[in-house]
């Protein structure tokens, strides 16, 4: 696998890109049409390392390198241009469909490869703007005028930024031992029929130049530790059950002690599962702890508060022409903060310098004691709000859209756990329920924002509790699935919690998976809607694991 770049071969490659960009900027233009009034490149060099193992032996331990390319052309003006909302690009035309120019950039330091790549790139982006902007053109004629409809592009100041490189070294030989050992834990409970232990290093080097003067290059590390398992419930239904810890360092990662606590955790949590009853659908009172909680609000709220939502017909729109109003409850506020790399002493995954258009990323009130003040915004403006504020993300060499980092969720009405808990049974008994529900953890959810379907979200949560209310014991169930509409499940929080809980993972939508974090503290609804989730029917497996015939001493082999 090739070397990363050198310091000195990064701004090699930047002065190159540059080069190219400017050649294009002057000359590229086709008789009667209008050129380029925008254009950007990026380079993203891609480094992985990652090795995993099951069962006590390696499946995996491999790593690659690539780099990628992503020409932004832009034909028009800011104010009318030829981009479109993404998935919307008009596709009637029949020409210029044989040749499509990879978008891969050469893994040698090359400046002619890599200009002639761009050069190839450049061409068709360019054709394809102005096939664009004719037919977006068109499609104006029989659109109402809108006098408040926003400029098709923001106008942003250049920035000039060189990271100083990052180094990303890989133990290999302490993971592949440690995940070996690890994932042999599970072989003594055969019960659980897949298991994994992966470790894995992502290095993104990404050089950037703009038409407007930007020239950046910037480094980012992420490390993944992930112990995972899966096993079935004698009904049938799949369980799962993982702890993940990401860091931008090495050294940042749990030791060795603390991952084998992990997959033991793992193991009690999923053996609880198998023998939890499973409930039937609910709506009622409930407890969301914090990591459960960071989870709604990112489905519920976040993704609504995405400028690019705000705009098109296939949305819904939901906190449109809301700013100034009250859409949450007086006591909650929230941040999205790119530019936070760490809390309380733990990193989180949506940190960055600048996003994926150029822009540095800042930080952003979205809601003001209850009160909507503004969006995430790339460089895609929305009604009221002609800037960005460096929130345009992507994965690879997909098209930057407005994008969650750090999603902070504060309350002013936050109480102890012990009292929570005792406001979640006097709320229960109130409504007449011999019960209510902590959720403790979570997997993730998801939501649809489009206008086409119903506005809601879903939440899988993982270690679910009935809070009996006559005693306050709490017991372990399964086989829901949290689901609601977003503006009425979060203007049904009647308090919160003290403590802050960090939720750290990836987000998949239009522009990709990008890596993301949510703080919030616990949070005690109201009413929660739980449905019974997806019921497998499917037979675990018919014969035992062969570790199962296995003496105990054997199993326990390193």
């Known amino acids: 696998m090739a070397a990363a770049p050198a310091p000195d071969a990064r701004v090699k490659l930047l002065d190159a890109m540059a080069?190219?960009?400017?050649?294009?900027?002057?000359?590229?233009?086709?008789?009667?049409?209008?050129?380029?009034?925008?254009?950007?490149?990026?380079?993203?060099?891609?480094?992985?390392?990652?090795?995993?193992?099951?069962?006590?032996?390696?499946?995996l331990d491999d790593g690659y390198r690539e780099?990628?390319?992503?020409?932004?052309?832009?034909?028009?003006?800011?104010?009318?241009?030829?981009?479109?909302?993404?998935?919307?690009?008009?596709?009637?035309?029949?020409?210029?469909?044989?040749?499509?120019?990879?978008?891969?950039?050469?893994?040698?330091?090359s400046p002619l490869a890599l200009r002639t790549a761009l050069w190839l790139i450049t061409d068709e982006q360019y054709k394809s703007?102005?096939?664009?902007?004719?037919?977006?053109?068109?499609?104006?004629?029989?659109?109402?005028?809108?006098?408040?409809?926003?400029?098709?592009?923001?106008?942003?100041?250049?920035?000039?930024?060189?990271?100083?490189?990052?180094?990303?070294?890989?133990?290999?030989?302490?993971?592949?031992?440690?995940?070996?050992?690890?994932?042999?834990?599970?072989?003594?409970?055969?019960?659980?029929?897949?298991?994994?232990?992966?470790?894995?290093?992502?290095?993104?080097t990404r050089l950037f130049v703009s038409t407007e003067g930007t020239r950046l290059i910037t480094e980012e590390v992420l490390y993944?530790?992930?112990?995972?398992?899966?096993?079935?419930?004698?009904?049938?239904?799949?369980?799962?059950?993982?702890?993940?810890?990401?860091?931008?360092?090495?050294?940042?990662?749990?030791?060795?002690?603390?991952?084998?606590?992990?997959?033991?955790?793992?193991?009690?949590?999923?053996?609880?599962?198998?023998?939890?009853?499973?409930?039937?659908?609910?709506?009622?009172?409930?407890?969301?702890?914090?990591?459960?909680?960071?989870?709604l609000f990112h489905e519920a709220v976040g993704h609504r508060l995405e400028g690019d939502r705000q705009d098109g017909d296939n949305e819904g729109k939901t906190f449109k022409g809301q700013v100034g109003k009250l859409v949450l409850p007086s006591f909650i506020s929230i941040h999205d903060d790119p530019t936070q790399r760490m809390l309380q002493g733990e990193p989180l995954n949506g940190y960055y310098l600048f996003d994926e258009e150029g822009v540095r990323g800042q930080r952003v009130t979205l809601v003001e004691k209850g009160v909507l003040r503004n969006y995430l915004l790339g460089r895609r403006p929305v009604e009221g709000f002609l800037q960005s504020n460096g929130h345009g993300r992507s994965q690879g060499t997909l098209k930057p859209v407005a994008r969650m980092a750090n999603l902070?969720?504060?309350?002013?009405?936050?109480?102890?756990?012990?009292?929570?808990?005792?406001?979640?049974?006097?709320?229960?008994?109130?409504?007449?329920?011999p019960y209510g529900l902590i959720i403790r953890d979570i997997t993730g959810g998801n939501t649809n924002t489009s206008s086409y379907g119903y506005q809601a979200?879903?939440?899988?949560?993982?270690?679910?509790?009935?809070?009996?209310?006559?005693?306050?014991?709490?017991?372990?169930?399964?086989?829901?699935?949290?689901?609601?509409?977003?503006?009425?499940?979060v203007n049904r929080i009647l308090a919160s919690g003290q403590r802050a809980g960090i939720f750290n993972g990836f987000c998949g939508a239009e522009s990709g998976n990008v890596p993301v974090s949510t703080v919030a503290p616990a949070m005690l609804l109201q009413e929660i809607e739980l449905q019974r989730a997806v019921e497998g029917k499917d037979r675990p497996p018919i014969l035992s694991s062969p570790a199962a015939q296995q003496e105990p001493a054997a199993r326990q082999e390193k």
Do not use: C
Not at 49 to 57: N, S
Not at 260 to 284: F, N, Q, S, W
Not at 423 to 430: D, F, P, T, V
């Open 129 to 204: 703007a102005l096939f664009q902007f004719l037919k977006k053109k068109g499609e104006d004629v029989y659109a109402v005028e809108d006098p408040k409809r926003p400029p098709s592009f923001t106008k942003e100041k250049p920035s000039t930024h060189v990271q100083p490189p990052l180094q990303a070294p890989f133990n290999r030989e302490r993971w592949v031992k440690l995940a070996r050992e690890v994932s042999a834990q599970f072989n003594a409970h055969p019960e659980l029929f897949d298991s994994e232990v992966r470790v894995s290093t992502d290095k993104v």
């Open 19 to 59: 080069t190219e960009l400017t050649r294009n900027q002057q000359q590229l233009k086709m008789q009667s049409h209008e050129p380029p009034y925008f254009m950007s490149y990026q380079l993203k060099d891609y480094e992985q390392h990652a090795v995993a193992a099951r069962y006590g032996a390696v499946f």
């Open 224 to 295: 993944g530790l992930h112990v995972s398992a899966v096993t079935r419930a004698p009904d049938g239904q799949l369980l799962d059950d993982s702890r993940n810890f990401y860091s931008p360092t090495e050294a940042g990662l749990p030791d060795d002690a603390k991952v084998r606590e992990a997959a033991a955790k793992v193991i009690e949590e999923l053996l609880a599962l198998r023998a939890a009853p499973a409930i039937d659908p609910y709506t009622g009172p409930a407890i969301l702890a914090p990591e459960a909680s960071g989870v």
């Open 457 to 489: 979200f879903k939440g899988v949560p993982r270690m679910v509790y009935r809070v009996d209310v006559k005693t306050g014991k709490e017991s372990l169930v399964r086989g829901v699935e949290i689901v609601g509409t977003p503006l009425s499940a």
């Open 67 to 109: 780099r990628k390319l992503y020409v932004d052309v832009r034909v028009g003006n800011y104010d009318f241009d030829s981009s479109v909302a993404e998935g919307l690009e008009f596709s009637f035309s029949t020409k210029g469909t044989s040749y499509i120019a990879r978008k891969d950039g050469p893994l040698d330091d």
């Open 408 to 433: 902070l969720v504060e309350s002013t009405k936050a109480v102890s756990d012990a009292e929570l808990k005792k406001m979640l049974i006097a709320e229960a008994k109130r409504q007449g329920k």
